[in-house]
C-alpha cells in the first residue's frame, strides 16, 4: 500500500463500517499478515484497511482481538506496537459497552475520560515481561491516557453535529467473555466505572506506552442490571444490533474528529 497512516482506528463490535469511511483503500486479510492474530468474533471481520480520510492517511482495524479468545495480553496488544513501526501518531480506539451509569442511555455515546485496566491491575497487563526500551520506559506513567484535546475537540463536535446522547465517561475492562452478574455490576459501579466492556484498555495501555495521543468512545449498547428486580438479559446479537444502528453516527463523528486533527499538524506531532 502507498498509505502512510498517521492515525489508526480501532474498530470495535459492529463497528467495522468505520474502515467504509476510508477513501482509495487498500486491505489486507489478518490471516494475510505474518504474526497477526486471527478474529474468531462475529462482528469482527478481521481486515486491516489502509486508506485517506478527510485529507489523513489513515489505517483501520476492522476487527480486533480479544483475550476470552485465548490471546495473550501482548497478543491482543501486538498491532499498537506494529502501527507505532509505521509511524502512526494518534490511535482512535472505539468499542461496544454496557452501562454501569444511571443516566445512560442504550444508543448513547460515552467519550472516554479515563478507563479502569482491571485485568492489569490484577496482574494481566500488556507490558508485563522484558521492557523494550525502543518502545516505552519500564514504569510509563498513565495519568493523562486520553488526551484532553481530543476528548475537548470531540465534544465540541459532538455539539456542533447536534448530538446530545453524549457523556463523558470511564470505561473498565473486564475479561469476559460472560456478562456480569448483578453483583459484578454494582461492584464495578461502585469503583467508579461508567461502562464496561471487555476491550480496549489494555490497547490504550501499549498505545501510551509507545508515547501514541489515544481517543476513545464506547457506545453504549446495553444497561448491565445492577438490581435483581430487573428483567432480561444481554446477548451478542443485540449488542451488534445497537451497534449497527448508531455506526453511521460513530463514522461521522470519527470523520469530523480526523479532519480537524489534519488541521492541527500540532496534534500530529511526537
Ligand atoms: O469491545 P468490543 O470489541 O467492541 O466488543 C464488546 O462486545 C462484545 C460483547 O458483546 C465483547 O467483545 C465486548 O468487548
Ligand atoms: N463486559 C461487558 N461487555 C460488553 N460489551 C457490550 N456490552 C457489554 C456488557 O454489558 N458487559
Redesign the pocket.
Known sequence: TRHRPKVAIICG?GLGVLADALQHSDSFKYSDIPNFPQSTVQGHAGQLVFGELRGTACVCMKGRFHMYEGHQPAKVTFPIRVFKLLGVKILIVT????SLADDYKTGDVMIIKDHINLLGLAGQNPLIGPNIEQFGPRFPPMTSAYDKDLCKLAMDICKRLGYTCVHKGIYCM?S?PN??TVAEARFLHSLGADA???STAAEVVVAKHCGLRVFGLSLI??Q?KKDYSEKGS?NHDD?LGVSKMRAEMLKALVSEMIAEVCGCACLLLD
Open positions: 463490535s468499542n461496544a459497552a454496557g473486564v469476559g456478562f456480569e464496561v466492556g471487555m449498547t446495553n448491565v444481554v449488542v
